[in-house]
């Protein structure tokens, strides 16, 4: 395949982070209840919340390596594209920038969790971020004690780092504890405004582009529903001028909910 440009690349990227989006923040899996600044997520069922922490780990994991561009963490190609927009108008670029930075920020913050590990007979106040946490729990949603060595693995250090030295099998026993105390107490208080952030991300990604889907956006005549897009300078690649039609298209619905903003009093903890 040949080489693309920054802004194939950065359509691509978009169409895909959009596609995720939209699989963690809809109609499916949740409704937005509450009132002005005092909102907060309810979803349908339990497994419903387990399947929004799955599409949520994709989130935050790395774009394949035999993708057509280069292997990057979504969130990380959301801030490349902030940093150097290709359909930047006036400034449009500088929601996203703000919502791509918040998350982030939120992400790398470290937390301390009190967990009693009944399979050793090891309390332990484990500090970790708040992006690793998400990591393993997304990872445990998904993957039993037998694929999920690797979190064993990480779950060994962090207990290193507090003074407690366990065995691979013993890392691998306390998977269940972990599960339970990281997605049922931790994550379902942090499930609100982690919504809030997808959500807010997707408004930044809508409002940057919408000044390039005004350019773009071709109707066949007034009574017509049909219409075509005319592709920005540069846009060469046959699957990025897909991408970059999906992506207009995307625009055009907008995304599922209003911008929310969730109670303070699912802020204050972890």
Request: aromatic residues 12%.
């Amino acid at each position: 395949m040949c080489q693309m440009n920054a802004k194939e690349k950065e359509v691509i990227y978009l169409t895909a982070v959009i596609e995720l989006l939209r699989s963690m923040v809809n109609h499916e899996l949740m409704a937005v209840v509450g009132e002005d600044s005092h909102k907060n997520v309810q979803f349908k069922t339990m497994t419903h919340q387990q399947l929004f922490f799955i599409a949520l780990v994709d989130f935050l994991s790395q774009t394949d390596a035999k993708a057509p561009v280069p292997p990057i963490p979504y969130l990380g190609a959301l801030r490349a594209i902030s940093n150097t927009p290709s359909f930047d108008v006036n400034n449009s670029v500088a929601g996203l920038k703000a919502a791509v930075d918040a998350f982030t920020g939120w992400l790398q913050q470290e937390i301390a969790v009190e967990t009693w590990l009944s399979s050793i007979d090891i309390q332990a106040n484990i500090r970790i971020t708040r992006y690793l946490l998400l990591k393993i729990t997304g990872n445990l949603s998904k993957h039993n004690t037998l694929r999920s060595v690797g979190v064993a693995e990480e779950l060994q250090h962090l207990l290193d780092k507090i003074g407690h030295s366990v065995e691979l099998y013993q890392a691998m026993l306390i998977q269940e504890d972990i599960y339970e105390k990281f997605h049922d107490d931790v994550c379902a208080y942090h499930a609100s405004t982690i919504a809030e952030f997808i959500n807010g991300l997707y408004w930044g990604i809508q409002n940057y582009l919408k000044p390039e889907y005004v350019r773009s956006y071709t109707p066949e005549g007034n009574e017509s529903p049909r219409y075509n897009f005319l592709y920005p300078e540069g846009l060469k690649h046959p699957y990025a001028k897909t991408c970059y039609w999906n992506l207009m298209n995307q625009v055009r619905s907008g995304p599922i909910f209003e911008p929310f903003t969730v109670t303070e009093h699912l802020k204050g903890n972890y």
